[in-house]
């Protein structure tokens, strides 16, 4: 729930995780010397909820960029000795014997002192994800080039994740010392960002505090305790770091996204943005990062509400757009949520954004047109998903509707032009087109789809379970039988395949015995299956059975009250004579189904009537 207000001081972080060792793995430690240049270099996001440019924005709208000191790189006559090093090296490198490249391009690094050698065995000992080795050549690599930026960076990064916190700081202090005033704020978060990595938390906030101790009059210097806090575990001194933190600068939306991030309860996470908003109504950032904890506390309508006065102010920005749609369409206000989803795909198509994704949007809006039965609209959102995750799902849907609306050629038509993506994909198209077939009463035509696709795979056992039901529809019972053995040979845990066969057994009145097993033995595999007991009820009726029948099969109908375990449960109770009881449950059915087949012949058999 906090995690909607919750504070992204910096640039991504890469992932390092900081309880490796170093001489496990190096990967942790250089993404760590990745974030530390990027907490150098970039300028400060705000909150995971709005604006990349808030912090920059708030604390240094008028810094102007630095240029780095230029590397004094020696001149290095490229002897032939030392091209011979520098080629074997990486030839070496490229046959997997990172060591002696490594250690090559060190002793050459030391001798010529070059920093570029001492860097590139560096970068070697990263890709071999050796931690000491690489923190060797890093030193090396910075006392060779005092001035390089990216040398200190990398070392920094190392630094935290050794746990040897105590070189870092003259650096570090030295860094707040040097930014410009308007800038320091920003320096002592990205300090922070870099020092949560560290594995020695206690030591990492006593560093934090220290370096911060000369600015404690601003209020970043007591955001950044207060995030380190937080980082450690210490929500009592982040709360109180927070709170002064707003106490010196009130009108801060960092210190009140801070604040609501390390807030006591839920109460106070939506108490504090609440009241900060009264005071200051055109906070953009705390106002969506609010809706979003409504979002996160299911409080719908709030959240619809905090979006719907951001849409005041911005009537055309697509995030708004987007989330009042994916609201009301929540809520169940579908002309709502259609209407903001349609603006959120005009915004776009007007100002293309690719780091926007519309896929959502069009699956919502065809489903709202589906429901509707309008089929030419939801075909219209459907064939705009373009190639991605949701691309296949988007295509088989298309199939579905033209299918319904009775253009069977046409459905048959988008699934031959889908191009698959393995065979996971190529079975799903090949069920849904069988699917389709079976409802427009096409089961041979299905069959044939399901047999050419089985001579080229034999061993599907999605296939085969279709490939079966639809022989049981053309009562092609022999190739059903041998279809269902061998998908108990391939997937014996398939209680589906045993029940499948067991029922049908039982359904003809033949090899009861038989039937019994097999259901037992799918029984045995899912016992709370409502179709397997269905089964198992069928089976004992067969068996002449009569009360363990009814009992299997009301069993069944509690756990499930699908209408052909109803047909059957009211078989079993006329055949016993309990047929006010019988008619109750065959009403049921047919209030459910009104043209259940089974339903029409079971009562045309009996005799009976409703």
């Known amino acids: 729930m906090k995690k909607a207000l919750a504070i992204v001081m910096l640039s991504s972080l890469l992932s390092a995780c900081a309880g490796v060792k170093p001489g496990n793995d190096a990967t942790d430690a250089a993404s760590t010397a990745t974030t530390a240049k990027a907490t150098t270099t970039a300028a400060l996001p705000a909150a995971a909820v709005g604006s990349d440019q808030l912090a920059a924005r708030k604390l240094a709208p008028r810094a102007m960029p630095v240029k780095p000191p230029e590397e004094h790189l020696p001149a290095v006559p490229l002897t032939k ?77 190392f630094i935290m994740l050794s746990n040897n916190l105590a070189e870092a700081k003259p650096i570090l202090e030295q860094r707040l010392k040097d930014a410009p005033p308007q800038a320091r704020g920003v320096a002592m978060l990205q300090i922070q960002r870099l020092l949560v ?6 030591a990492a906030f006593a560093l934090l505090e220290q370096l911060v101790a000369p600015y404690l009059s601003t209020s970043e210097a007591h955001l950044a305790l207060a995030q380190e806090a937080f980082s450690s575990g210490n929500s009592i001194r982040a709360r109180e770091e927070a709170q002064i933190a707003l106490n010196l600068k009130p009108d801060s939306e960092l210190a009140i996204l801070t604040s609501a991030q390390v807030a006591a309860d839920n109460d106070e996470l939506e108490r504090l943005p609440t009241n900060f908003l009264k005071q200051y109504p055109g906070s953009r950032e705390v106002r969506v990062a609010y809706a979003r904890t ?23 920005d697509a995030t708004t757009l987007l989330a009042l749609g994916l609201l009301n369409a929540q809520i169940g206000d579908l002309k709502a949520a259609e209407r903001y989803l349609t603006a959120y795909l005009d915004q776009l198509s007007q100002h293309p954004d690719e780091s926007r994704d519309t896929t959502q949007a069009l699956l919502i809006l065809a489903q709202i047109a589906s429901d509707r039965n309008d089929t030419d609209a939801a075909l219209k959102w459907l064939s705009q998903v373009e190639p991605g995750d949701a691309y296949l ?16 050629a046409a459905a048959r038509k988008v699934l031959a032009e889908i191009e698959t993506n393995g065979d996971r994909e190529k079975t799903q198209v090949t069920q849904v087109e069988a699917q389709l077939l079976r409802d427009a009463n096409q089961p041979q035509e299905a069959f044939k789809v399901l047999e050419t696709a089985l001579k080229a795979d034999p061993n599907n056992g999605d296939l085969l ?15 059903m039988e041998i279809a269902l053995r061998k998908l108990i040979a391939l997937a014996p845990q398939n209680q589906q395949a045993y029940n499948a066969l067991g029922y049908s057994l039982a359904d003809r009145n033949t090899r009861l015995p038989e039937a019994l097993t097999l259901i037992q033995q799918a029984l045995a595999l899912a016992p709370h299956d409502p179709f397997i007991v269905d089964s198992m009820g069928w089976v004992q009726y067969r068996l002449g059975n009569l009360d363990e029948a009814e009992s299997q099969l009301r069993n069944a109908y509690t756990l499930l009250p699908d209408p052909e375990i109803g047909v059957h449960l009211g078989e079993v109770l006329w055949v016993k004579g309990q047929k006010s009881d019988a ?20 009562l045309a058999r009996l005799r009976a009537t409703l």
């Open 583 to 602: 008619q109750k449950f065959w009403r049921e059915v047919q209030r459910k189904d009104p043209q259940n087949d089974s339903l029409k012949s079971t």
């Open 294 to 316: 409504l979002i996160d506390q299911k409080q719908y309508e709030k959240a619809r509400s905090q979006f719907e006065i951001l849409l005041k102010s911005d009537k055309q």
């Open 393 to 408: 799902d988007a295509q088989l849907r298309r199939a579905q509707l033209l299918s319904k609306r009775g253009d069977i």
């Open 465 to 479: 379970y279709d490939y079966v039901m639809t022989a049981e529809k053309l009562n092609n019972l022999s190739t």
């Open 197 to 202: 990595r560290a594995q020695d938390k206690e």
């Open 81 to 157: 000795e030392l091209l011979f090093k520098v080629l074997s090296s990486e030839i070496s490198f490229q046959r997997g014997n990172w060591q002696s490249a490594y250690v090559t391009l060190l002793g050459a690094a030391q001798q010529t002192r070059d920093p570029r050698l001492a860097r590139r065995a560096a970068e070697m000992a990263l890709s071999a994800k050796q931690a000491n080795e690489a923190l060797v050549a890093i030193r090396l690599w910075r006392e060779l080039a005092p001035d390089s930026e990216e040398a200190t960076q990398y070392y920094l990064g």
